[in-house]
């Protein structure tokens, strides 16, 4: 891991966090030692598979993993130059909302079913600003204004139900934004939404972020939904980030062969493929990692050190660095184009 | 919009429509409209092709995939296998055409029932249509396992033992093991995990090249529908706005929905981020649809007339065929 210096832009710095969960058969190492940083305005997106620790990564940055199995065991997460993991739970509550929010994957479960939206707006308002009735109704049709709600002061007195998805998932981003925090954590805000709303939303984000200059972790398992939306990548692999950088480096040179197969193992809409890569097997389970690189059993370039020991990082760019053992410091990259996917069998 | 008959063609839908009644009241139910789910499409699907569909939800893919199953029977149209009526079809007919047409659906985990062993799972379009020895019925199975990528020696196991791919090749097996010739292909891949998807996909070709089978794909993925389908349609509020080749209407889209689709598509590549059609507002209900074009309240391109007259279908090329007042 390069060492992540605290520049005076950087919201959010997080080093060597491990969140495990200890449950009585074995103990689940959902994130195992990652560290990465966030600009103010920047998007950092954290790609990987189900099951390879990026919402339990999230989850930890609001300190909310599921007590008593999952603990933050070691780490830190400076948040605007203090670290959260020093806080008290009372001092966490000004933290969440305020400083750092989050927007969930769906939207029919994060909203209340039996209070209006707009009850449900006043009451994540009512964290930062205490106020009379109608300023507060003001604030909220405000706040539903901004996510582009039309007619926002006829749909405070709606139910859930009776709006569309994209709509609902408008007014949880609302109400995450409530507070006008510098980090918005969103874990896959768009994967129960239709592709054209899809794309509504990605560019509402996306405008909202050019306005107040919001840091956004996008957590996702679609490699398109990076390319649109990210800045900087992080791609997880069983609790690890295995390569990080800007995402022109990732989507053109990346280095990893995970990162490579994966990008590969995606059919591109641009062009017609006669076949896929695919990766063979399935990811380790994070009860039981194996020692050394843990994509090792599935990767086609492996060695016998892969087993013995994790790989250290190699800074291939600025910024961009990759655990693996296949690379060296001399490494000149391989565009994509050029970059022959070993023969790979459908099994 | 007859369509002439195909000779080549496995299937063929002609003018299918669905209306599905919307009542009021308990005791008196009054007809108060109709939910055109599908409303007039045609197409037909080559032995040994994939015809993919595509178009957001609502827009009448599963209703047109329950219909190619006999799960619903239609309002109005014909579906054709090899020529004859599938609606016609009565006893002995209609067990042979539920081994002939098969279906995977995209949740592997709901759609395997959790108290069979793969064996029976696999079996059952075999010995609920057809009469086989547990001789034939296990070796057959056997053979079929191995084909998807599995072992034999899985047969009996239950399908919780199994991961999220491995279901889906369980799925697959039990979809082939009567020898079909159509699958209906539901969002195959949408619940798997990335780097799964493509296993299933290229397994998916693989057989279509070993049996020969005709694939109708649903999905709400280009990409994944350009990858496994020779032709495609789009759709829109129960109507094929856009129908041809896949390479054709990948490279050369003319429906202003069709483009809109492919502007909303996720790039895969952040340098190739094209959104020449961005949509405002959503699909409409499909109970009462626009008038005129059911696409004019959302096109950038809409013109008078499109409110006021459905467009008529043309074929602008050999084989691409569009509903638009502007071609």
């Not at chain 2, 799972?121 to 599995?150: D, F, H, W, Y």
Request: net charge negative.
């Amino acid at each position: 891991m390069t060492a992540v210096q605290t520049a005076t832009d950087t919201i959010l710095e997080v080093n060597d966090l491990k969140t495990y969960i200890f449950t009585r058969a074995a103990t689940v190492k959902a994130v195992d030692g990652i560290s990465f940083n966030l600009r103010k305005g920047e998007t950092l997106g954290i790609v990987g598979e189900s099951g390879c620790g990026k919402t339990m990564t999230a989850l930890s940055l609001l300190r909310l993993v599921p007590k008593p199995a999952g603990r933050i065991v070691e780490g830190e997460i400076v948040l605007n130059g203090e670290d959260i993991l020093q806080k008290s739970e009372d001092e966490m509550r000004d933290v969440r909302g305020r400083q750092i929010s989050m927007i969930l994957q769906d939207p029919q479960t994060s909203l209340n079913p039996v209070f209006t939206i707009g009850n449900q707006l006043r009451e994540a308002l009512g964290i930062a600003h205490r106020e009379n009735k109608s300023s507060m109704l003001s604030r909220a049709v405000d706040a539903l204004r901004k996510v582009n709600v039309a007619a926002p002061e006829r749909r405070l007195d709606d139910y859930p139900h009776q709006m569309s998805g994209g709509m609902k998932q408008r007014v949880v981003g609302a109400i995450a934004m409530s507070c006008e925090p510098g980090v918005i954590i969103a874990d896959e805000p768009t994967t129960a939404l239709d592709v054209t709303i899809q794309l509504q939303y990605l560019r509402l984000l996306k405008e909202i972020q050019a306005e107040t200059g919001l840091a956004i972790i996008f957590i996702t398992h679609d490699f398109g939904v990076v390319a649109r939306m990210c800045d900087r990548v992080a791609v997880m692999y069983a609790g690890r980030i295995i390569e990080q950088g800007d995402v022109r480096d990732i989507f053109s040179r990346p280095a990893h062969p995970y990162t490579q197969a994966l990008i590969n193992s995606v059919p591109k809409l641009e062009q017609s493929v006669d076949r896929l890569y695919s990766i063979d097997g399935q990811p380790p389970l994070l009860s039981n990692l194996p020692e050394g690189c843990r994509f090792a059993p599935r990767c086609p370039y492996v060695s016998d050190q892969c087993y013995e020991a994790y790989p250290s990082s190699y800074q291939l760019d600025e910024g961009h660095h990759a655990d693996c053992w296949a690379l060296d410091a001399n490494w000149q990259g391989t565009p994509i184009e050029e970059f022959v996917p070993p023969t790979g069998t459908a099994g | 919009m007859a369509v002439a008959t195909n000779n080549d063609a496995l299937l063929e839908v002609r003018n299918l429509k669905k209306y599905f009644p919307v009542t009021k009241g308990l005791v008196l139910m009054k007809t108060i409209g109709y939910v055109q789910a599908v409303d007039g499409i045609s197409f037909s699907i080559k032995q040994g092709e994939t015809v993919g569909l595509v178009g957001e939800s609502g827009c009448g893919k599963t209703t047109t995939s329950k219909l190619l199953l006999r799960l619903e029977n239609p309002t109005e149209g014909d579906i054709l296998l090899e020529g004859r009526d599938i609606n016609t079809f009565r006893g002995a007919e209609l067990q042979d055409y539920r081994t002939t047409v098969q279906a995977v659906f995209q949740d592997p985990w709901s759609s395997l029932s959790p108290r069979m062993r793969v064996r029976d799972i696999v079996s059952e379009p075999l010995v609920v249509n057809r009469n086989v020895t547990t001789q034939e019925k296990n070796e057959r199975v056997a053979e079929v396992l191995q084909q998807v990528g599995l072992h034999a020696q899985q047969a009996t196991n239950y399908p919780h033992e199994f991961s999220g791919g491995q279901r889906q090749r369980i799925a697959v097996a039990s979809a082939l093991v009567s020898y079909p010739k159509l699958i209906v292909l539901d969002e195959p891949v949408s619940a798997l995990d990335v780097s799964i998807r493509a296993q299933v996909m290229n397994l998916l070709k693989d057989l279509q090249e070993q049996y020969n089978v005709s694939y109708l794909l649903i999905a709400h993925n280009l990409a994944t529908v350009r990858y496994m389908a020779h032709e495609t349609a789009v759709m829109y509020l129960g109507q094929i706005v856009e129908y041809a080749e896949t390479e054709e209407l990948y490279n050369n889209a003319l429906h202003p929905y069709t483009r809109a689709l492919f502007s909303a598509a996720l790039p895969s590549h952040p340098d190739l981020i094209r959104e020449d059609i961005v949509l405002q507002g959503e699909v409409p209900s499909p109970i009462n649809p626009p008038s005129g074009c059911r696409f004019h309240p959302r096109c950038p391109f809409a013109m008078p007339q499109c409110s006021e007259e459905a467009p008529v279908e043309k074929e602008v090329s050999p084989g691409h065929r569009v509903s638009c007042h502007l071609y």
